[in-house]
């Protein structure tokens, strides 16, 4: 019998207040689970309009061996995709690796698999599919405008291969002439090169509404990314010269320069979803 713990949470999450059964109707006066309703919400999940749900976990960063954090975050992902699909759900579930190293990759899915995760796709950016997105969806911004060839200078963490933003950089204080990334505590260069960029500006009002609709929990990080995504001057670096990264997606039409790690990893979700195929 399922607990009627567990019952009751997932009513509340699953029907606003005026759709959603109350106890009287889904328990009898001996606290026994009436099935006719519990039948009813898994005809309402399995039904044509009911949109399918997609779990992710983060797309690991492998620098090293897997650990306690990495199996963590999956297992929550592997109970929201069972507790959905014990209702009839229809779910996808995606978990993998941002890697280019097949060792590390091979310790990962075993991990998974000796946790009994039960992902439906263990998915790798080094994957063909993936591949074949990323440089779909360059496509499209490339079209469309979003993103263009620039001098590009700042302040770069080479052991997070980012470009770090002025208020997050401060001196050493053991030595004035280091500069450091206050989120790492790495030292970070100055680096002027030539790279594609993405500008923000042409999205400001769609990102500006839809932070308005505080998607972000808890809330105070919707006014974190106003200031920092809708700044007069947000230009964001898509790519690094080959002879700096030469692993990585070539950017298309353009071997000499490759598309940067976030852009490439991120886009494992669409992959997972089969955008590419749209």
């Known amino acids: ?73 999956t297992l929550l992902g592997d109970f929201l995709a069972r507790y959905y699909r014990l ?48 440089k779909f969806v360059w496509d499209i911004l490339e079209t469309k405008g979003f993103i ?8 770069y963490d080479a052991n997070e291969e980012v470009f770090v933003p002025q208020s997050f950089i401060e001196a050493d204080k053991s030595d004035h002439e280091k500069m450091l990334n206050l989120n790492t505590g790495n030292v970070v260069h100055w680096i002027s090169e030539s790279n594609y960029v993405f500008s923000t500006e042409k999205l400001r009002n769609c990102i500006e509404d839809w932070l308005k609709s505080q998607p972000c929990h808890p809330k105070r990080w919707s006014a974190i990314y106003a200031a920092h995504f809708l700044s007069s001057n947000n230009v964001i670096s898509l790519s690094r010269p080959l002879q700096r990264m030469h692993w990585g997606i070539s950017v298309p039409n353009d071997p000499s320069q490759t598309i940067y790690v976030w852009l490439d990893a991120l886009t494992t979700y669409l992959t997972s979803a089969g955008i590419s195929n749209l």
């Open 87 to 134: 209702f009839g759900a229809k779910v996808f579930f995606t978990t993998g690796t941002d890697d280019h190293g097949l060792k590390v990759q091979h310790s990962a899915a075993r991990l998974s698999q000796e946790a009994n995760i039960s992902y439906d796709r263990f998915i790798r950016t080094t994957d063909q599919d993936h591949i074949e997105t990323v």
């Open 1 to 73: 019998m399922i607990p009627t713990n567990i019952i009751n949470k997932f009513l509340t999450r699953s029907f606003s207040r005026t759709t959603r059964p109350g106890r009287s109707q889904l328990f009898d006066r001996t606290n026994v689970l009436n099935l006719e309703t519990i039948e009813k919400v898994v005809k309402h999940f399995k039904s044509p309009d009911h949109k399918p749900v997609y779990i992710t976990t983060p797309i690991y960063y492998v620098n090293s061996v897997p650990h306690i954090g990495h199996l963590h975050t």
């Open 148 to 155: 263009f060839k620039a001098d590009y200078s700042g302040w």
